[in-house]
């Protein structure tokens, strides 16, 4: 299975987040620090302003920040809230759907994948593997 960018992008924005909970950091400084499109950004932080992952604090010193602690943010849940298509394969046109074997084993491989996904949260995956702020690009506040 292949995530789509975008729950890449979410998933880096909660990760640079995670790293100082309560802190506010811009769309512009994530981006930099990332090296990524912030137009691409901006959508991504947008949908999980809406479904409760970030904050948002508008005015000259606003900005984001995540809604609730990093322990209470599951990568499962978070990948599921970002993910349009769980198909792994396009079986719905295939002329043996019915009666193929295939379809409900690849259906039990998804599950296990959401299932140590679930097993996760953001506090879990920034405990991996120690501090990263190092590899980020340099961002100019």
């Not at 920040?65 to 396009?90: K, W």
């Amino acid at each position: 299975m292949r995530l789509t960018r975008y729950t890449d992008y979410a998933m880096r924005v909660l990760l640079y987040l995670g790293r100082q909970p309560g802190e506010l950091a811009s769309i512009a400084v994530i981006a930099r620090a990332f090296a990524i499109s912030q137009n691409h950004l901006m959508k991504v932080v947008n949908d999980l302003v809406n479904a409760g992952y970030l904050e948002s604090v508008r005015g000259r010193n606003g900005g984001i920040r995540l809604a609730r602690p990093p322990h209470e943010i599951n990568v499962g849940a978070l990948v599921r809230q970002t993910e349009d298509d769980f198909d792994l394969v396009g079986c719905g046109a295939c002329v043996i759907a019915p009666a193929c074997g295939l379809t409900s084993v690849l259906d039990e491989a998804l599950l296990a994948f959401l299932k140590v996904l679930d097993g996760y949260s953001l506090a879990d995956v920034l405990a991996r593997k120690g501090d990263f702020s190092h590899l980020l690009a340099p961002v100019d506040a």
